[in-house]
């Protein structure tokens, strides 16, 4: 292909391009599944599709010759049928739902799935096709391909970002879409014949046709939402009605108003015997990507907060009259409500600006709301309350954090395994300090798991945050209620608590008929410690030989008229957790649970992934009694398949090549180690980062953006860099290698010191300070790849360039999945360790990569 | 009502493109008319399951192949102590499980599992209804209410054992479609079904016309117990409520308790009174022996 040797530029733009639709097209289908379904099936289905990239390197690496002889034609090709395989299948795809819920259950539903790879792998191969083909032609300047590829996938990224404030998000596809064009167009005016654009311009209209004209002409749904998301269930109540709607990045928004909804969460049964009505009609339903429903508090007249009283989040305004109080996350506005009804003042944290925005712009939810974030008693700090508190010097009487991020109601999609940083240990102790003395702090957390598990994460949690604050003794200081398969309070107040105050708290409880966990002076019996373990763990892990095996139709063991007077096993649980806390020896019981119940740290800030990594075996016969735990097994579930695909797609060159054309290539293994450990090392720094980022950014989503957009820019001006030192590269990677190694290292001990600072600056400069943060290492991280690719094919290794540039990418799908996974068991620092290991094993195998073909005798050392 | 009425309602569901998927996969299968009957007397052999399915297609009509299916479970449930008395296995066995389920869904009727119905909503597995009927105990003449009708299945296996049900669900083609399923099936000689009254309405403000209810089953998720209900229970009363996921639900008992003087409390539980009760693995017969675990 002479032709493309004339100039590169429009060869650049268009890889950059394409790079860019590639990228922008992950993220859509991540959402189209966030929004559609569940998003962890997205990264799923995301990353398993992505090693269509080691698909086609393997395939290109067997049949190299004939992709030389026509790379015109396949570049031609593949230009041609990203865009309408992107439309085709996702339009196909939106057809075959599946359901998580019924994944066990349901036979189906795993043929499903499948197919849903399979329909989203499509335009993968043609992206991959294209990508592949232009880096052989290029090889001996890889480099700088490598660059547009990298830099145009980066502002794929960002430009996707922004794409979600035009279009909804249906019609995110179109970002893509019209990357691919101008990526086509720019290749093809360059390089091939007028007919050429012709016949693309007819063929992007018609995918752009079948996108908008398609679906409603056959009556069929272009982003099918699942029935059993939450705002399914909203939109088929009678009188429901969408009052706001609103696509941005921090989330798809929409309200919905109906009589049907009714939210009180945690209300004593009690309120049903003391109260005369529920105030009809309080309620609007806020949905995040077609989760929730968070429910908006109506402006009520003060005869109808009476029901207030039998609220969870009421019990600090128990002990503290008039107080200055601080509302951590301000969500559908209840917290803030019932502070401004008890408080003298109000100051509440929203970290989610779309939330903000809804609440300040839209007419009807200021008229329903009574313009609640413009009431002159209520400050509002339009950031995480987290960061706020980490830094004000202002102090409160009361600080609440009441069923923050969650929806009221179960979903059915069980836990996403997601940072929850405002529960972090860390986080606690800030607010601890915000208090002002006698100050308290009252957190709120949903009980409706058995075994519990949540709850004693927070307590461990709270515990130690307050010991981490230097309390000697913490017995003073706490107070516990908790109500059965509903919510649980615990109260942290400076200084501790007097013992009139515990009177009236525990007053109220009983008014409440609530369950007490602890009080100062609370006693607990230890007799009952080990049978409560031992349940808990039979609960579980009994097995099947200790079922009934009989078919007795007898006298049933459980009988339903056993005296009721015995503590339930998770109230006893909940008290044994404190009792332990407080006076020792609670690393033991926690060892001895059911469960993992660490505390919750910046460094493994998860509710989730509550199995212990050695049970997963014991409990796989057993999955419909972790439901609520399938996001963690799901990426169990990512890693074996993508570790299955992988290893197969990586052995096609070995079975079909490996005595023939790598006969000649020395250091083998070596140079798939060193691919390797490029692979996982870059993307496991990548996604580990994205987590830490959300630290400062406190949003998943722009963090996601952010990494992708800085890390992928910066490492490809590291690539364009990289062309000036490949005839030193014996000398100078070594040193390339060490740097990242330290960075990486240092940046997993001490990243989250100035990432607490970014938090609280303004967004733009908390957007430029985190590129700053990430230029360096992501810089550095651009050389190895290309210098070892360019090495390659100035060797004449031509189809190990292929071949590595599929390991790399194979084993990309094995480190992003394997990212959560030691996130969760060892903390996000661990990652960045894992990360610095392979780019340190990277060091010596880049040596094998420099190997001369031919060199009979080091091939037969290597391998 | 007649059959064909059924079908015409169906048709109308289809105009809605709401109802489009789950309506175009629901169809009644067409089974026999009932040959006997029914009355309070009705005894179904339980010890034998070849004397069960004769009993039943003499009695009830019903096809043999979902008999045999539902006697296996129905040993299953016995064996895992689901149902808890003879009224319990009683009703177990005289509903037709078949007539509740999806078209496409008839084949894994009497599976252990949830199963989707459409409108985002599921069956229960046989195992979470029995029990929970169980928990509450209901005796002959007790005024039970139930919030999601869903199915209908949860109704149908309490007019079993009580003959005044009442049942709301709040999704009106749902609500519509369980209508027509309990009146075909009227139609068809299942007259136990006659106790069922069903509307259409929101069941956060219960039934008062009809209240106060013995027994109050709540089969939809809520992040609270709606006090209407609590006020609508007698005093001694039960309410059962499965919190979380489906599948992995805990079973929320709530007892409402009334002093001397008056006072009314309310306890909480779980359905085993507070014992930590081992998980049962899914069993499997086999043969007449329950044996091993499987996962589907």
């Known amino acids: 292909m002479t032709a493309l040797a004339r100039t590169n530029a429009p060869l650049y733009i268009a890889v950059g391009l394409v790079a860019g639709a590639v990228i922008a097209l992950q993220i859509c289908i991540m959402r189209v599944f966030a929004i559609g379904s569940w998003a962890h099936f997205g990264s799923f289905v995301v990353s398993l599709a992505m090693l269509g990239f080691g698909l086609t390197s393997a395939i290109m690496c067997v049949a190299k010759n004939w992709f030389e002889r026509h790379a015109l034609g396949v570049i031609t090709a593949s230009l041609l049928l990203f865009g309408p395989l992107a439309v085709a299948s996702n339009l196909l795809a939106q057809q075959v739902p599946f359901n998580a819920i019924f994944l066990v259950s349901d036979p189906a539903q795993k043929w499903r799935l499948l197919a849903n790879f399979l329909l989203y792998l499509l335009p993968f191969l043609a992206g991959a096709t294209f990508l592949g083909t232009v880096f052989l032609q290029q090889a001996k300047t890889f480099n700088r391909v490598y660059f547009a590829d990298l830099a145009g996938a980066g502002f794929g990224g960002l430009i996707f970002l922004l794409a979600m404030y035009v279009f909804a998000p249906q019609d995110l596809i179109v970002a893509p879409l019209i990357l691919w064009l101008l990526g086509s167009l720019a290749f093809f005016f360059a390089y091939a014949k007028k007919q050429v654009t012709v016949l693309l311009a007819v063929v992007a209209a018609l995918t752009l046709t079948a996108h908008f004209a398609v679906p409603p002409s056959l009556n069929i749904a272009k982003l099918a939402v699942s029935d059993y998301k939450g705002v399914a269930y909203a939109r088929k109540f009678p009188d429901s009605q969408r009052v706001y709607e609103r696509d941005t990045p921090f989330g798809y928004l929409e309200v919905y108003g109906s009589s049907y909804l009714h939210f009180a969460p945690g209300l004593s049964d009690n309120a049903a015997f003391n109260l005369k009505d529920m105030p009809a009609n309080a309620y609007l339903g806020l949905y995040i990507d077609g989760e929730g429903p968070s429910g908006i508090i109506r402006d009520l007249p003060k005869d109808q907060t009476d029901y207030y009283r039998f609220l969870p989040m009421i019990y600090p305004y128990v002990v503290k009259d008039q107080p200055r109080t601080f509302v951590v996350q301000f969500g559908g506005g209840l917290s803030a409500s019932v502070a401004l009804d008890r408080s003298s003042h109000v100051t509440v944290a929203e970290g989610n600006p779309a939330v903000l925005a809804a609440f300040r712009t839209d007419p009807t939810l200021k008229a329903f709301t009574g313009d609640i974030l413009a009431n002159p008693r209520l400050d509002v700090v339009d950031y995480d309350g987290r960061l706020f508190l980490a830094h004000t010097p202002r102090r409160f009487d009361v600080i609440d954090l009441s069923l923050a991020d969650s929806a009221g109601l179960s979903s059915p999609g069980g836990f996403s395994v997601v940072e929850k940083f405002s529960y972090a240990r860390e986080s606690m102790q800030n607010y601890m300090r915000a208090l002002a003395s006698g100050g308290i702090l009252s957190v709120t957390l949903w009980n409706k798991e058995e075994p519990p598990k949540s709850i004693l994460k927070l307590y461990a949690t709270m515990a130690e945050a307050a010991k981490q604050n230097g309390e000697p003794d913490i017995a003073q200081n706490f107070f516990v209620v908790s109500s059965y398969l509903a919510t649980a309070t615990v109260l942290y107040k400076k200084g501790g608590f007097t013992d009139e105050e515990i009177a009236k708290l525990r007053a109220h409880t009983r008014a409440m008929s609530f369950d007490e966990i602890y009080y100062p002076g609370f006693v607990f019996d230890p007799a009952q410690t080990q049978s409560v373990l031992d349940g808990y763990k039979s609960q579980v892990f009994s097995e099947a030989d200790t079922a009934p095996g009989t078919v007795e139709a007898g006298e049933p063991e459980i009988e339903p008229a056993a005296p009721e007077s015995s503590v339930l096993p998770s109230t006893l649980m909940g008290r044994l957790t404190w009792h332990s806390l407080i006076h020792g020896g609670w690393p033991e019981i926690a060892n001895q649970y059911v469960f993992d119940v660490r505390p919750l740290t910046n460094d493994r800030p998860y509710f989730a992934a509550y199995i212990k990594p050695l049970d997963l075996p014991k409990i796989l016969d057993r999955l419909e009694l972790v439901q609520d735990e399938w996001g963690y097994l799901l990426l169990w579930a990512t890693l074996f398949v993508a570790i299955g695909l992988a290893s197969t797609l990586v052995l096609i060159p070995v079975i079909f090549s490996w005595r023939t054309i790598f006969s000649r290539y020395p250091g083998k293994l070596r140079t798939i180690l060193y691919f390797a450990c490029l692979g996982a090392g870059y993307i496991m720094v990548e996604v580990c980062l994205i987590a830490e980022f959300v630290l400062a950014l406190s949003n998943a989503t722009v963090s996601a953006s952010v990494m992708i957009t800085g890390m992928l820019i910066f490492s490809g001006l590291g690539s364009l860099a990289s062309e000036r030192y490949l005839d030193r590269s014996k000398i100078f990677m070594p040193r390339i290698f060490i740097g990242i190694a330290v960075f990486l290292i240092v940046y997993g001990l001490w990243l989250h010191i100035p990432l607490d600072w970014i938090g609280h600056y303004n967004y733009g400069l908390r957007l430029f300070l985190c590129f700053c943060l990430i230029a360096p290492p992501a810089f550095l991280m651009g050389f190895p790849m290309p210098t070892a690719m360019d090495t390659l094919a100035r060797l004449g290794k031509d189809h190990m360039f292929l071949w590595a540039w599929g390991i790399n990418g194979c084993f990309s799908v094995i480190g992003a999945a394997a990212v959560p996974l030691v996130a969760t068991t060892f903390g996000l620092s661990s990652v960045l360790f894992v990360a610095a290991v392979a780019y340190l094993l990277a060091l010596p195998a880049f040596y094998a990569v420099l190997l001369p073909v031919g060199e009979k005798r080091a091939a037969t050392s290597a391998a | ?296």
Request: net charge neutral; hydrophobic share 40%; glycine share 8%.
């Open chain 2, 1 to 296: 009502m007649h059959p064909l009425e059924g079908l015409l309602d169906r048709r109308f569901f289809l105009m809605s493109s709401a109802a489009v998927f789950a309506e175009a996969s629901f169809s009644l299968p067409t089974f026999a008319d009932v040959p006997v009957p029914y009355n309070w007397d009705l005894a179904p052999p339980m010890d034998n399951r070849e004397a069960f399915i004769a009993w039943a297609v003499k009695n009830r009509g019903e096809d043999p192949k979902y008999l045999g299916e539902r006697f296996d479970r129905y040993r299953v449930l016995v064996a895992n102590k689901d149902v808890w008395d003879k009224r319990d296995d009683r009703a177990f066995l005289l509903v037709p499980r078949e007539e509740f389920v999806l078209k496409q869904n008839l084949g894994r009727a009497y599976d252990h599992a949830f199963l989707d119905i459409g409108y985002g909503v599921t069956i229960s597995g046989p195992h979470v209804v029995a029990r929970m009927t169980s928990t509450i105990d209901v005796k002959m003449g007790d005024k039970v209410l139930e919030i999601g009708t869903g199915s209908g299945y949860q109704s149908a296996y309490l007019a079993n054992l009580t003959d005044k049900v009442w049942t709301i669900e709040i999704i009106k083609p749902l609500a519509e479609r369980t209508r027509g399923v309990y009146d075909a099936l009227i139609g068809r000689g299942y007259s136990e079904y006659k106790a069922i009254t069903s509307k259409n309405a929101d069941g956060y403000y219960g039934w008062e016309e009809n209240a106060p209810f013995d027994k109050i089953i709540v089969t939809c998720g809520i992040d609270h117990v709606p006090p209407p209900l609590l006020q609508q229970l007698k005093p001694g009363g039960i309410m059962v409520i499965p919190v979380g996921p489906p599948g992995a639900q805990r079973l929320l008992k709530i007892v409402k308790e009334q002093a001397a003087d008056g006072t009314i409390n309310v306890a909480r539980s779980d359905i085993y009174n507070g014992r930590v009760v081992p998980f049962v693995p899914f069993t499997k017969l086999e043969g007449d022996a329950i044996s091993g675990t499987h996962n589907k």
